[in-house]
């Protein structure tokens, strides 16, 4: 029983730890956009396009707002930086990923990108969009 009680002990011990790591981690990516300004891009997909295309922004923090006007299709969007292989997942940019589709007459945000200076391309692929830049000066 006294070891029952020792392994139990060293299991809530562990879980604990666990607990804390995650919620400091959590902290800590939250403190990064803290205090920094977050600008929202808006985009909007209509049949097969954006309507906002070659986009300029400065280095810093973005959400991506992306709207569904008529497109056919629920719509996403994807963000990779130029010259990687777009139709490679380990090359997109996860935070410009819209919380979920955009269904027509819908607008969905990504979380907080932060973008330095450099060439990106973005598109999305259930639209079937062509792949238009995004320069960060």
């Keep these: 029983m006294k070891n029952v009680k020792s392994i139990i002990a060293a299991l809530a011990i562990v879980l604990a730890f666990g607990f804390s790591a995650n919620a400091q981690e959590t902290m800590q990516k939250d403190n990064m956009t803290k205090g920094a300004k977050v ?16 986009v300029s922004l400065e280095a810093g923090n973005y959400v991506f707002a992306v709207s569904n ?5 629920d719509v996403g969007f994807v963000l990779v930086p130029a ?36 060439e990106y391309v973005y598109f999305c692929p259930l639209n079937k969009t062509p792949q238009y830049s995004l320069t960060v000066q």
């Design 69 to 73: 006007n008529n497109a056919g299709v």
């Design 39 to 54: 600008t929202t891009v808006q985009l909007e997909q209509t049949k097969g396009k954006f309507t906002q295309q070659n």
């Design 83 to 118: 010259g990687k292989d777009v139709s490679n997942p380990e090359n997109h940019i996860k935070n410009a990923y819209v919380s979920q589709v955009v269904a027509n007459g819908k607008t969905e945000k990504s979380a907080v990108v932060s973008l330095a200076k450099g």
